[in-house]
């Protein structure tokens, strides 16, 4: 599994501590047909989890819009309670960036194969997890 980089994040996303991934159809939001992704990368011996979400501009048939911009939420949690087993037992940061139009693409396929390659669906939902 290769890490996905994006010039805006510091530290690429790592395919290897990715463990649940959620594939939504693209939907309407806000007015606007949007694909959204969400990625969670769970580092146990950093005791951090970041949650990216994305959240794209579609045409109909489901491609990204190129002349829109792209949100993508990072969530990093830090700590994680093994008794109960929750993050953010030391805190949380939000991020929100903006990606340009060929950037979003390219996280999106980059993300949705990580997901369909190396998890498996729950169910049929829009649920995929990593099962080692």
């Not at 990715?18 to 990368?41: D, N, S, V």
């Not at 729950?122 to 997890?129: G, K």
Request: hydrophobic share 35%; net charge positive; proline share 4%.
């Amino acid at each position: 599994m290769q890490d996905i980089r994006i010039p805006q994040l510091a530290q690429p996303i790592k395919g290897t501590l990715c463990t649940i991934g959620h594939l939504y159809r693209p939907e309407m939001r806000g007015g606007a047909l949007t694909q959204e992704l969400w990625l969670y990368e769970d580092d146990l011996e950093g005791q951090t989890r970041r949650v990216f979400k994305v959240f794209a501009p579609a045409t109909p048939k489901g491609r990204i819009r190129r002349g829109m911009a792209t949100t993508l939420s990072v969530q990093t949690v830090k700590g994680f309670n093994k008794e109960r087993q929750i993050w953010g037992h030391d805190g949380e940061q939000r991020d929100s960036l903006t990606l340009d139009g060929n950037q979003a693409d390219q996280l999106m396929k980059q993300a949705a194969t990580l997901i369909k390659n190396n998890m498996k669906r729950y169910r049929d939902s829009v649920i995929w997890y990593r099962h080692s």
